[in-house]
Each structure stands twice: as structure tokens, then as C-alpha cells.
């Protein structure tokens, strides 16, 4: 038996609490052997599609092609090796879980994998790290020696004790088991596991679905979380601004945001409204087919990554962390993110830094901006501090320039603490 207590309340934005906790222990990656074998053989088996014979399917508009799908499938069943990568995940970092309650509403258990990994230096600042979709804790990994373990001739960098969740449903964190856990929810029980871990105030950085909770703790908990850096802001034109789009009324950079914004919605962002409205459908054919499933990311993967060529291990790992768990539980995050309350976020006078990458050298010209937003966007909803644009990167900068990211956070919170 797990010892269980009952959390008190906190004293910044009482969480209801009334579910048991169970204390972090120590997590080792084992993932059934079974499981494994269901993938390569399914992998093997798999039947492509066809490609248009004029050209048309190697443009990745429409999805990746059935000659690239074709070599992934063929890869994964004769040469794909998960138990090296998990050899690898366990001893690069010190994994944990822990049980922690919810609140707002949501009154099941909320079990937690995740890693944790304190600085070399004294002072640090406790810093949560919050992935998206698709991703999990992995997404950050490259970035942690960086931010754990700054260059010992530099004695005033700034450090960070990193603690790196997979959200619920995401990599090793098992999903949610009942319908109302959103961004809000999940800031909640976070903050119960930095609670848990003796963290009363931390960082967050977050990208993508874990902006929405980052958000919500910036709007919740402004007395815990010191600062956030996101390298994600996407904030929505308001019914003024597509008005003023319309009259011609907005500036240069208000135009090149909303006409990026319209272009995802418009060429990729399909992938979004089926996630929120039949994750459940989608799920089960993405549970059945992991090279599908595979498929379905990898067209992510590309058209958000300035023209960075993903390798089949890569594309493959990155699946695996999705299917294992089930894809419902990891779609199904957009159905509950994207509910109306849920992206009406307080105005929050956290500090808040923003790096913005580009795709220049991505596939799709159109959205070669993703995500300039203007910064008096971002001023409508958050406390801007420190903002950054980068010509390069794409939507999964911190895998492409860990160093230059970790220098950016390293720079924002050391602007907090000066
Ligand atoms: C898809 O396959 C073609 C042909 O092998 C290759 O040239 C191209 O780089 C592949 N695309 C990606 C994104 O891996
Ligand atoms: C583990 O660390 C090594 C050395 O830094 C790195 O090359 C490898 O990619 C890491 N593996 C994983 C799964 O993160
Ligand atoms: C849109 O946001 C601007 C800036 O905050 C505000 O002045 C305007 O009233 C908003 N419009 C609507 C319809 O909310
Ligand atoms: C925004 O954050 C900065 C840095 O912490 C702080 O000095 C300032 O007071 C904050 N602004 C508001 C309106 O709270």
C-alpha cells in the first residue's frame, strides 16, 4: 500500500480537495512486451494508401505520402527498437509518479508521470514544464541540462530544478477517466504536484496545450507561479479585429498574424475540429493503426517545423509516446481545451515572456509566420515582460535550438529575480 494522505488547502486559490494524493515514488519505464509486438506486427501488415501519380501527394499537403508512409511502416517493423530508446528515457533522467487531486469540478484521482531533476547550483528556481500535442515530457528534454546545469564559468546564470509532467493521457501519465478535465483542471492538480514537492512558488514554460494551462495557473494561482515563458501565444482575433481586418484598419503585424492564423485554419487546421468534436472515432482508428496514428503526426510534424527532416526513429518514438497510453485520452485533450470557458482566460498580471519562432524554411509558405502575434495581443490576456522573435524554429523550437531556448528563459527569469 502507497501511503495516502489528504491534501490541505492551499492558500492561494483553494483547490477543493477530496481525493486522495499519493506521494511521488520512483517510476521506472517498462512498457509490455506485448504491446511492443502489437506495433511492429501491425506495422508490418500495413496497407498504404496511394499516391495522386502527378505530383500533387509530395507536397504533404494533404497528408504524407504513401511512399514516405510505405518506408516509416517498413522501418518500424524491421529495424524500429523502442527498448533502447526506453533504456535510454530511464537512465538519461529520474522519472516519478504521483497521485494528486483536481478540483474545479473534477473529482477523480489525477496519477502523474514525470520527470524531475534538481539544478547543480543552490538557489535554483523550481521550474514546471508544460508540453503539447503532439508531444509529451520528451519534447523537453533536450533543453534540461541546459536549464538544470548552466556553464560553471557563468556564475551569474540563472538555474532551475526542472519538474516535466506528461499531461494526463499523454506518455507514461494515464488519461482522464471522466468527462471536465480541461486546461483549468489540470492547472490545478499541477500545482498540487509542486505543492507535493514542497515547490510553494516555481516557473512554468509551456507550449501549445499547455499554454491553456499555464494560463489557467497564471489566472488561478498568481501568488505561486513567478513567471511564464511560452514560445506559444495564440491569441484569437476578436469579432473588433476581424471587423477593423475587414475595414483595413489593422497594422502590418496584425495583418500578417491574422492572415497566418486564417491560413492554418484554412489549409492544416482540420486536424483541430475533428480532435474536439470526434476524438473518440478518430481515436479508435489511431488506437488500431499506430503507423495511421504515426501518419497523422508526422503531417504535424512537418508543416509546424521549418523544414526540419524528421528521422523515422524520431517520427516513430514521438508516436509511441501517443499510442502507447491510447490516442483517445491525448486527442481528446482539444475537445476539452477548446471548450468556450476554457479559452475565455482572465487578464493575469504574471510575468510573462514570449519567444516567437518562425518556419520560414517550412513547407508551407503560408505559414511561414506562425506565431507572430502582436504584442499588444498578448498584453489583452498576460503581463508581457520579455518578447523575442526568431526567424527560425518553428512550432517545436525548444527540439531544434535547446541552447538559444534555455538562453531566452534563462533571461526572462533572471530579469524577475535582478
Ligand atoms: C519522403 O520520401 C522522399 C523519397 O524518398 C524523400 O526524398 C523525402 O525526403 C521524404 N520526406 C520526408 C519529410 O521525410
Ligand atoms: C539520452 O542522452 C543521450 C546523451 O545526451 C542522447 O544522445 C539521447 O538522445 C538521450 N535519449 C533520449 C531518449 O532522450
Ligand atoms: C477586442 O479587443 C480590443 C483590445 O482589448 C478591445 O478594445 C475590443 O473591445 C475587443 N472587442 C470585442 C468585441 O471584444
Ligand atoms: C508585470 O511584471 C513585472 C515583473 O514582475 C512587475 O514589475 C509589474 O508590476 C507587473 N505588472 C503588473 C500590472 O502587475
Known sequence: MKPQFWILPLVVGSIPSCTPVAHPTPFKIDVDQGLLDEARTKAKLYRPSVDLLDGTSETWY?????????????????????????????????????????GFGYQEPVPLH????????????????????PSTHMEWLPALDYL???????????????????????GFSPAAT????????????????????????????????????ALWMAA????RVVGHFTDFYFAQPNATDIERFG???TSDAENDYISTVLAFQNVVGAYMSIQSQGPLKLGQALTDSPVGYAGWIWHHLQFSSDGYHYSFEEVITRTMMLWLPGAYGNLRT???????????????????????????????PELALMLNTPAEWIERVSNLTFLVTRPFGGHFPVEL????YAQDVQEFFGSLID
Open 401 to 404: 535550438h535547446p541552447e538559444i
Open 62 to 102: 494533404e497528408g504524407p505520402p504513401a511512399s514516405n508512409m510505405t518506408a516509416l511502416a517498413k522501418y518500424w517493423a524491421e529495424e524500429y527498437d523502442w527498448l533502447k530508446i526506453q533504456d535510454q528515457l530511464n537512465s538519461n533522467h529520474s522519472h516519478y509518479k504521483a497521485t494528486v487531486s483536481a
Open 334 to 364: 482539444y475537445l476539452e481545451w477548446l471548450k468556450p470557458e476554457n479559452i475565455d482566460f482572465p487578464k493575469s498580471d504574471v510575468a510573462t515572456g514570449v519567444s516567437q519562432w518562425q518556419s520560414i524554411n517550412g513547407p508551407f
Open 114 to 133: 514525470f520527470v524531475h531533476e534538481k539544478s547543480t547550483r543552490p538557489n535554483a528556481i523550481p521550474l514546471l514544464l508544460l508540453h503539447g500535442w
Open 247 to 249: 475595414n483595413g484598419q
Open 148 to 170: 538544470t546545469s548552466p556553464d560553471p564559468d557563468d556564475a551569474e546564470a540563472v538555474a532551475f530544478d526542472v519538474i516535466v509532467p506528461d499531461l494526463p493521457g499523454f
Open 178 to 213: 471522466h468527462e471536465g478535465f480541461g486546461p483549468r483542471q489540470a492547472g490545478a492538480a499541477l500545482t498540487n504536484l509542486m505543492q507535493l514537492l514542497g515547490y510553494e512558488t516555481f516557473g512554468i514554460i509551456s507550449t501549445d496545450a499547455g499554454w491553456w494551462v
Open 220 to 223: 488561478d494561482y498568481p501568488d
